[in-house]
């Protein structure tokens, strides 16, 4: 299967400089999973900008 980066980089919301994963999503999702994390695109912009990819900070953010 062919990587969509360029294509993911038009909607991806991380602001963590020097990201390696950034636009590749398979190994963004995969990296965020073995931290207990959710990954920035699923955070609201604001809420992103923490940096904090907590499960409780992702329901904190969807009242």
């Known amino acids: 299967m062919e990587c969509k980066k360029e294509r993911n980089l038009e909607f991806c919301n991380c602001t963590y400089q020097g990201c390696e994963k950034k636009g590749v999503c398979c190994d963004c999702v995969q990296y965020?999973?073995?931290?207990?994390?959710?990954?920035?695109?699923?955070?609201?912009?604001?809420?992103?900008?923490?940096?904090?990819?907590?499960?409780?900070?992702?329901?904190?953010?969807?009242?």
């Open 32 to 63: 965020h999973i073995k931290l207990g994390q959710i990954p920035a695109c699923f955070f609201p912009d604001d809420v992103e900008e923490t940096f904090d990819r907590s499960i409780a900070k992702f329901i904190e953010s969807q009242r």
